[in-house]
């Protein structure tokens, strides 16, 4: 009935995530608040495994990549569940670095790592530092040569794959702020320059087409692309690399017309093509890395909010305005992206207004859904809007120094707070 697996309705009528009551939940944690389904993220990931292990029979690795959701508790889930993570900042490595997290699982990704995010990279060990620029090389092969170390690396590559989604998140083309080219020779150019460095490893390359990606094809592609210069490589080099990174960007339902093949599927035909061509090609079978993020956590989050001002504005709309926006959620102001919204306490009442669902920044573009269906509300209802556990935590702000909002971890049936609310006193505390 709803977009995501762990929502339903309860005998109250109430909407419920892994089992509890969302009503009850606004109650207890106040909103606006994240609510994530512990099992949900659980299954998610574990079928990511799972399908490593059985289409690359444990010769593979699905890293989690935490830019989609990033705190303590994610990272200890990932530890638990045998994943590794991908970070992409000092922040994201030190929370990762924070709970322990085996740092040879770790794979550190970014277009312009600092020189003391390598630093940290290098002292803690970081298993892989996927290198995005000639400069990036040479600054860790000295930092790597002061810490008498190896540095583990891959090479970002723009496989040049138009993946069909939404302009502003495409990345594998040549115009892109990311990685490598391979039409100009420069990719090859710096491998080659990477096997001759003293304090450098190259275990692979890397490429990432896009996200929110629903084809099978583009994935497919990109290995084949990525192969060919595997072979390249070991023509001109003599040397065979050993991994292939073949990034995130698999899609979900955020809509009821959304509809992302179930991911196994992806592994399943992708993983034939990775062994099919490897063979063709006289290569022998890469290890295989996947950095799935939105799919591991997008539908498993959801955003409680409480309806304020609800404001008619007759023959042209109705704006519901809730107590959160762009600040929890930039990515309707950012993307023009879908949701479904639905009347928490009012769950098994129909959809039969349409209507606006604003938040309470002080800005006209903040908007969490325009012209979305949604049950009779007043001030005082809560809403829920599904699928926001992927990159809305992570990219929210503090326009307007509004707090950022708690994540509750739900977890059948039973809720606790994983990160607290954000308070004034926190806002301020870094002022002079
Ligand atoms: N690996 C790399 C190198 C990436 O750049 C990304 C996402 C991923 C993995 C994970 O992709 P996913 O499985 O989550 O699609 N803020 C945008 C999404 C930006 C994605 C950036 N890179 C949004 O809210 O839609």
């Not at 889930?77 to 994943?83: A, D, K, P, S, V």
């Not at 170390?149 to 502003?168: E, N, V």
């Amino acid at each position: 009935m709803y977009v995501s697996d762990c929502i339903s309705i309860n005998e109250s009528g109430h909407l419920t995530i892994g089992g509890a009551d969302t009503v009850e939940l606004a109650k207890e944690y106040g909103t606006p608040a994240y609510v994530f389904d512990e099992n949900e993220i659980r299954k998610n990931l574990r079928a990511f495994k799972n399908s490593m292990d059985e289409y690359y029979g444990g010769n593979g690795l699905a890293v989690y990549a935490s830019k989609a959701f990033c705190c303590k508790e994610m990272c200890r889930i990932c530890m638990q569940e045998g994943t590794g993570i991908d970070v992409v900042s000092g922040g994201e490595l030190y929370t990762a670095l924070s709970v322990d997290f085996p740092a040879e699982k770790i794979v550190f990704h970014g277009n312009n790592k600092t020189y003391d995010e390598l630093v940290m990279a290098v002292s803690n060990n970081v298993g892989r530092i996927v290198v995005d620029n000639v400069y990036e090389l040479e600054t860790l092969s000295k930092i790597a040569a002061q810490q008498g170390k190896t540095a583990g690396i891959m090479f970002r590559i723009k496989p040049g794959i138009d993946a069909h989604t939404h302009d502003f998140i495409k990345t594998g083309q040549i115009d892109s702020k990311f990685g490598f080219a391979l039409e100009t020779g420069e990719a090859m150019e710096v491998i080659k320059k990477a096997v001759n460095m003293p304090n450098i490893k190259l275990r692979g390359l890397h490429c990432h087409i896009g996200s929110q990606i629903f084809d099978i094809d583009p994935f497919e592609l990109a290995a084949t692309v990525m192969l060919d210069l595997f072979k390249s490589v070991k023509d001109e080099t003599g040397i065979e690399l050993e991994e292939l990174n073949l990034g995130g960007g698999f899609g979900i339902k955020y809509l009821e017309s959304d509809c992302p093949r179930p991911y196994a599927e992806y592994m399943k035909n992708v993983s034939k093509v990775v062994k099919e061509y490897s063979e063709k090609l006289g290569l022998k079978m890469p290890f295989v890395i996947i950095e799935p993020g939105r799919s591991v956590v997008g539908a498993a989050g959801i955003t409680l909010y409480t309806v304020g001002a609800v404001k008619e504005i007759p023959d042209i709309r109705t704006f519901v305005s809730v107590d959160g926006g762009m600040g929890d959620n930039p990515r309707y102001a950012l993307y023009h992206a879908d949701y479904e919204v639905v009347c928490a306490n009012k769950a098994n009442e129909e959809r039969n207004t349409v209507v606006t669902v604003a938040g309470k920044c002080c800005e006209s573009g903040d908007l969490i859904q325009e012209d979305t269906k949604l049950q009779a509300v007043e001030a005082g209802d809560i809403l829920a809007v599904l699928s926001t556990g992927a990159y809305n935590y992570s990219m929210a702000s503090n326009y307007n120094r509004i707090p950022r909002l708690p994540v509750i971890m739900v977890k059948d049936g039973k809720s606790r707070v994983v990160v607290k609310r954000e308070t004034y006193e926190k806002i301020t505390e870094n002022d002079i």
